[in-house]
């Protein structure tokens, strides 16, 4: 195999310069081609429509040999951007009326062969509480999670489009829950490994909460930082959750042959419309596609088209408006046009890497799955002459951010350069073992009111709270509290009297 080579081992703080860019520059790279197709991208709010249906609206996808098992491939794919853990009552489901999809080409010709459908539904236990749980959670089918989900696993296999056989190859599967705090969820990570489910042949399956496993500092939307470049290097999703599938398979069961170890993944959201059917409103391959590259008037039309339709648009990859704008705020000149290294690398696949034979050019996210994973990965991938990384696959660890905005900004045609938005690696550590994304963050994470203590108890928080401002000493605390109890009892005295006396009308209370 042939690394994209990269001299120099420096990467200095000067790519702080850009983490603006890195951001468009990933999306131009690996969007480029695509026109007002659907999109592969990291799709954080990334069109009109579907930024206001959260459930359907994939954000990442990642794809790489695994790095325990390395005779299976790990697919991850995100919905749901920008979960808040102390988002309750009603907390993060999958759709009921949604086909999730992980879709894989394994022979280059940007049609799909195999189609792992998910597909989810609700039950809720007791519907006369407004509780999530209604007591402390301690299995995946205890009696106090109240709001639970399930899920089917099918297999479609298909050639020239149609579907030739459809196997369901796991039913009513559990659901990690969203983690409310550690009063509900004592042991969250025993609940994760419960929703881990093996399949025949050695496969693995899992969907539920995780933490949001893409790092990058996306403020590149306030005009590039405005030319202040002061404020890179926070991680904007630190915090924030998302609802993750996860699939480990044996890798024979989605390449093409020994021969040809290379496959194009990518993920797709079909919605229920109201005539029974399904219509495809998400999809995302190579990450930070629809974001930066498609204008307003093309974002929900690239949604819903497929990656056989790509070439049409190949002149957004030619001819990306990215570099332009970087030269315009930053003075980095741009590459000369047109860009062939990027049609290469993120339509094609690097030659000689992940490019099958015969390839149409089309946005996946391509991995050689014959690419053995590295003892010591290295953040910036291939760049960096790890064969293992972002752009063949892409590892939870890979920054694809400063990756793709330093190919976007030239390295591959000898304009060298660090740029990126120094962010370099995810605020929670991800795990061993399959499913790998980290824990989700916990709702209940906040820190302690002012004042109090972790043994304090919040009653002497809540006494305090009642005493007047300035009060000297605790003389008066207990009248101020016997006062506002009484107030509250004369206030449910005066409901009830209310409720009797419209009972007594006639009317409904």
């Known amino acids: 195999m042939t690394a994209i080579s990269r001299s120099g081992a420096g990467r200095g703080v000067a790519a702080l310069v850009c983490g603006a860019l890195a951001a468009g520059g990933l999306a131009a790279a690996g969007v480029a081609a695509l026109g007002p197709g659907e999109a592969a991208a990291s799709s954080h709010r990334e069109a009109p429509l579907i930024s206001g249906t959260p459930q359907y609206d994939t954000t990442d996808l990642y794809a790489f040999v695994s790095p325990d098992r390395p005779d299976t491939t790990t697919i991850v794919a995100d919905w749901i951007p920008f979960e808040e853990p102390a988002g309750g009552p009603n907390f993060f489901l999958f759709a009921e009326d949604a086909q999730y999809d992980l879709r894989v080409d394994n022979d280059g010709d940007a049609r799909e062969d195999l189609v792992f ?47 030739v056989s459809r196997t369901k190859i796991a039913t009513g599967v559990p659901v990690a829950p969203s983690n409310v705090g550690k009063a509900s969820m004592p042991d969250y990570g025993k609940l994760r490994r419960q929703a881990v489910h093996r399949l025949a042949g050695g496969a693995q399956t899992f969907a539920g909460q995780a933490d949001d496993p893409f790092f990058l500092d996306l403020r590149v939307f306030d005009l590039l930082y405005g030319g202040n470049l002061t404020e890179v290097g926070n991680d904007t999703l630190k915090g924030y ?15 093409e042959s020994a021969h040809q170890p290379v496959v194009g993944i990518w993920t797709t959201t079909q919605r229920r419309t109201a005539k029974g059917g399904f219509t495809q409103v998400s999809r995302l391959g190579n990450p930070l596609v629809n974001e930066v590259v498609n204008p307003q008037k093309d974002k929900d039309v690239f949604n819903a088209s497929t990656p056989r339709d790509d070439a049409r648009f190949l002149k957004n990859v ?39 034979p015969h390839v149409t050019p089309a946005e996946q996210l391509r991995l050689n799955t014959s690419v053995k994973p590295a003892k010591h990965p290295e953040r910036l991938g291939v760049l960096d002459g790890d064969t293992a990384g972002f752009p063949n696959g892409r590892r939870l660890t890979d920054d694809v951010i400063d990756i793709a905005l330093q190919v976007v900004e030239g390295e591959l045609v000898g304009a060298e350069n660090d740029l990126g938005d120094a962010v370099d690696a995810n605020d929670r550590a991800f795990e061993k073992a399959f499913p790998y994304v980290a824990l989700p963050t916990e709702g209940s994470r906040g820190p302690l009111a002012k004042g109090t203590s972790g043994d304090a108890d919040v009653r002497s928080g809540l006494a305090d709270a009642l005493s007047p401002a300035g009060s000297a000493g605790d003389d008066d605390t207990p009248l101020i509290a016997a006062s ?17 006396w419209r009972r007594g009308r006639g009317r409904a209370y």
């Open 117 to 163: 459908r998910y597909t989810f539904r609700t039950h809720v236990k007791d519907g006369n509480t407004f509780l999530y749980n209604t007591g402390p959670v301690e299995s995946l089918d205890d009696p106090d999670l109240n709001v639970t989900q399930r899920y089917d696993l099918e297999l479609i296999r298909l050639e020239n489009l149609h579907a």
């Open 241 to 255: 959750n998302v609802n993750s599938i996860a699939l480990q398979v044996p890798t024979h069961m989605i390449t």
């Open 318 to 356: 030619t001819g990306p408006e990215l570099p332009k704008l970087i030269e315009a705020i930053y003075k980095i000149k741009a590459p000369a046009e047109p860009r062939s290294d990027l049609v290469d690398v993120f339509l094609k696949g690097v030659p000689d890497l992940n490019q099958p």
């Open 484 to 500: 506002a109890g009484a107030g509250a009892v004369g206030v449910l005295l005066i409901g009830a009297g209310l409720a009797w």
